[in-house]
Structures are given as structure tokens and as C-alpha cells.
């Protein structure tokens, strides 16, 4: 074993302890919403959440429409009835919009802020006036490191760099030598991240990898010609990462159309992916619990401004720690052949 591989493998370890330890915080709460909903389900309404009025904002950099803000938005939808508090969800894929929708959320009064950080620089400005302005400001999907310097209190996601490294293990496990990653979103740094730390486990274990940028779901057809046509130009290419799961079902297309010799894998679930692997065509996917991202933050926020009571003490004091730690993982988790049935899409209706 190399000196880079037996590091690699350190990391590796490392993080998944990281990931064991937010598992274990994040059953102790979910133990505690599923004691709250028993009480309220066996003594009625005597016994609920304590009712306070806070606003919350969530802006991303993705809207309503794309699969996985779906999720995010679901989880957060959910939170709001739980927690009985007043919620924007908002978002858009440019980044000019993303930056007036956070402005309008501070100049609106709003007293949380969430957001997510594709591109910290052109966020930085808005973040820290909502900070100034007395928000309460947590991150979200990407962006931690740097949401953490504009004053952001916690963040909750997977840690892309963690996730790219282990999935690019994953590939070069499953045999292949020589990587394709591709990128849909030209400056989102935790899509950069993941491919890089990818092509570092690629080259670790004694292969190869290239980037492609292609120009997204914005244009289907468009994007599986470029990636066909990477494929047909490099025909030892026997890998392919992508990062959406809507570029993934893309990526097959490509793949099939061009009658590629290539596995594919990618982040990110749909019905479609879990179908694929089902069937076979498709190695894993890496999940990051979207509903996760969604409720969570919105939860913590509840806790953070409510009265603590009795009931309410405990989850105040493991919010506390979270907080101190920064980051609160929801990923990566990975799912392949030996979990997919697990999914209630595969599985089917109970």
C-alpha cells in the first residue's frame, strides 16, 4: 500500500466517524419529535410544541421545479406545520436573483435566515447585512466553510469534499481507471469540490480523471451531446460521475446513445436513479437526505428562540453542541444494489 493510498484511507475513516457521531445526534432528536407526536397523538391538543411567532427565510440557489429543492422545499413545508412558524421558501439558479431574494428577506424584517452558498463570493455582502441586521443566519447544501466566516451560527449538508473522496473510492473499487466528472453548474463550489476530491481518490488508487462542464438541465438535448461526444472522443474513458441526479439520466442517454463501454454513477437520487441501479445500469448513488436539509435547519431554528421548557431543555442542549461543532451532516450516504429496495419508490406501496 502507497503512502497516499494509506492517507486516503485515514481520511476516510476519519470522516466516517464524523458522520457516525452527527447519525447519533440526529436519532436522538428524531427519538424526540417521535415522543413529541405520541404525546399530542394520545392527550390531543393539551399537549404541543409551545406556539411562538418567528419568521424564517429560506433562499437557495435552486427553485421550485428542480427534483431535489423539491425535497429540500418538502422537508421545510413539513418543518412550518410542525413547528407552526411563518416560512418563505424561495430560490433561483442565478445568482444575481439569489442575492435581491436574501436582500428582500432582511429589508421584510424576516428573523431567520437560510441559505445555501453555490457561490460565496457573490453571496458575501447580503450574508453578513442580514447578520448585522440581527438574523439568525444558517447554511444549508454548500458553502459551509465560508458561511461559517461571514457569521453563519451552524450548517447543515454533506460535506462535498468528504462524499467526492469516497465516491471516487467507490468507483476505482468497482474497477474503473479512468474517470469522467460532470460539472452542471460552472462556479457552484461544492460541485468543484466533489470532482476534484473524485479525481484524488482516482489518482490514489492508480487511475485517471477529466471534468467536463456542460451546459445543464437548462438544455437536455444539449447536454447529452457533449457528453456523447466526450465519450465517442475518448473511448477509454469506463467511468462517469455526475452530480444531479437529472444529469445522471442524462449521462445514460449520452451513454447509451454512443454505445459507451463506461459505468456511471452519480450524487443525488430520483425515482429514475434508484431505478437504474435497480436494474443494474447504474453503480450507486450518493445521498444527502434533501428533506433532511430542509427540515432540520428549520428546527433548530424553532428550538433556538423558543422558552425552554422541561420538554424542550434537552433538545436545546444537543442544539447547543451542534451549533458549537459547525455542521450538522446529513450525508453522505450511499445507495446501491444492497439498500435500493429500502426506498419506498423501489419497494412500492406498503
Known sequence: MTNATALARILIGHWRGLLLAALIGLVMFAAYLCRVDEVVRTQGQTASLPQIDLRIAMITHGGIGDPFWDQVAAGAQSAEREFGIELRFD????????????DNVVAQGYDVLIVSLADPDAMENSVRGAIEAGLLVLTINSGEERGREFGAITHFGQP????????GERMAAAGVNRMLCVVHEAGN??????????GLSMELSGGSYQTLFVTGT???????????????ANPAIDGVLTLNAEIAELAQRAIGEVAADALLATFDISSDVLEAIERGEMLF???QQAYLQGFLPIAFAYFAHVEPELETSVVLRALRRWSASG????GPGFVDASNVRRYPEIRGPE
Open 189 to 198: 463550489v461544492g460541485l468543484g469540490h466533489r470532482c476534484d476530491e473524485a
Open 285 to 287: 448513488a450518493v445521498d
Open 91 to 102: 430560490g433561483d439558479g442565478n445568482i444575481n436573483t439569489q442575492v435581491r431574494l436574501v
Open 218 to 232: 437548462a438544455n437536455i438535448r444539449e447536454t447529452t451531446n457533449e457528453i456523447g461526444a466526450v465519450l465517442l
Open 160 to 167: 462535498d469534499k468528504v462524499a467526492g473522496l469516497a465516491a
Open 327 to 330: 455542521r450538522l451532516l446529513t
